[in-house]
């Protein structure tokens, strides 16, 4: 998994945990793509602050993750689903043939 799918996971899971400030950051940079100087700029802040702010929440997010696992047990579920959904299609198929 790419960090940009997930970090937002992470965000969307744990994101309300973060103080507004990481956790606006994180999606500016994340979600919408903003360089950390870009970020700085918006807010009137230095660069450095951003960085730390990244920094923070970044971190915070893989605690609460290595902790909880919600994202881990969402992605494994979200698998089974996909693979449910295709043998599902590969027995209605079957039913298929045989009806003809």
């Known amino acids: 998994m790419d960090d940009v799918l997930r970090?937002?996971?992470l965000l969307?899971?744990?994101?309300s945990l973060l103080t507004e400030t990481?956790?606006?950051i994180l999606r500016m940079h994340y979600e919408?793509?903003?360089s950390l100087g870009e970020i700085a700029e918006q807010r009137g802040v230095t660069r450095a602050a951003v960085h730390d702010a990244e920094r923070r929440g970044l971190n915070l997010l893989e605690q609460y993750e290595s902790k909880l696992a919600l994202v881990h047990k969402h992605m494994d579920q979200t698998?089974?689903?996909r693979q449910i959904s295709v043998l599902l299609k590969s027995a209605l198929d079957i039913l298929e043939e045989l009806k003809t």
């Open 7 to 9: 970090v937002s996971l």
């Open 12 to 15: 969307d899971f744990y994101g």
């Open 22 to 24: 990481q956790s606006e």
């Open 32 to 34: 919408e793509d903003l």
């Open 79 to 81: 698998e089974k689903l």
